[in-house]
């Protein structure tokens, strides 16, 4: 749609731009389609081209007359191709080459009331070529952050081992030939206490309090 449109603007302009090209001329000037009007010289240095206009403005006692190139060498009227006595007779060049107009009255265009328009063609206007139209640019497409489909593997979570609910007794250290009697005693912790919630941390440091009471124990003997 837009090129259609692009098209029919390009068509627009080259027809305005014929148009404003075109010349109205009225002929004859301030003095008109009249006898006493020097129309040789009043041509002269004119160049008419297709789609100009001759405005003709005379009294009741003219007419305007178009014949071929016969009646306007004779001034005769024989053979004319139109005839018009309106007072105000518009013709529009639509062809390129020569044009004949005369007074119909008798003795006026021998009397040098008579005019010979060639008619140049109209300059070829170049047709405009609609611009290209630029491809679309969409807004760049963000990838997506990859979903996990359900096969992925997802995050382990990693739960210490539950420590044994006996705490480690006590090692026997050997003296001179006696063995050291442990002295830690196994305090099981009930189901669902802090100590088995708060995992393998929390009893290793009980074993190590324990191991340390030992040797206290040992060295005060």
């Keep these: 749609m837009a090129r259609v449109a692009l098209v029919g603007v390009a068509i627009i302009a080259a027809l305005c731009i014929q148009h404003s090209w075109a010349v109205q001329y009225d002929v004859g000037g301030s003095q008109g389609w009249e006898a006493t009007t020097d129309f040789k010289t009043w041509v002269s240095g ?15 006692l003219h007419t305007l007359d178009e014949v071929d190139k016969a009646g306007y060498d004779s001034c005769s009227t024989a053979n004319a191709i139109s005839s018009a006595s309106d007072g105000n007779t518009v ?3 639509t062809t390129a080459g020569k044009r004949y107009f005369i007074c119909g009255t008798a ?21 405009v070529a609609p611009p290209a139209l ?35 007794s006590a090692a026997k250290i ?48």
Excluded: W
Excluded at 46 to 60: A, C, H, R
Excluded at 137 to 155: L, M, N
Excluded at 181 to 207: K, L
């Design 91 to 93: 013709v529009k060049l």
């Design 46 to 60: 004119k160049q008419f081209k297709v789609g100009d206009t001759l405005v003709f403005k005379y009294g009741s």
């Design 174 to 221: 050997p003296s001179s030939g006696a063995a050291v009697p442990s002295t830690s005693r196994t305090s099981p912790s009930p189901a669902g206490s802090p100590s088995q919630r708060n995992g393998a941390t929390v009893n290793g440091i009980s074993g190590v309090a324990l191991a340390g009471a030992a040797m206290v124990a040992f060295l005060m003997l």
């Design 107 to 127: 003795g006026h265009c021998p009397g040098g009331m008579k005019l010979e328009v060639d008619s140049l063609a109209a300059l070829a206007t170049a047709p």
């Design 134 to 168: 630029a491809p679309s640019v969409g807004a760049p497409t963000i990838p997506s952050s990859p979903t996990p489909s359900d096969g992925a593997p997802t995050s382990a979570t990693i739960s210490p081992s539950s420590p044994s609910d006996s705490a480690p």
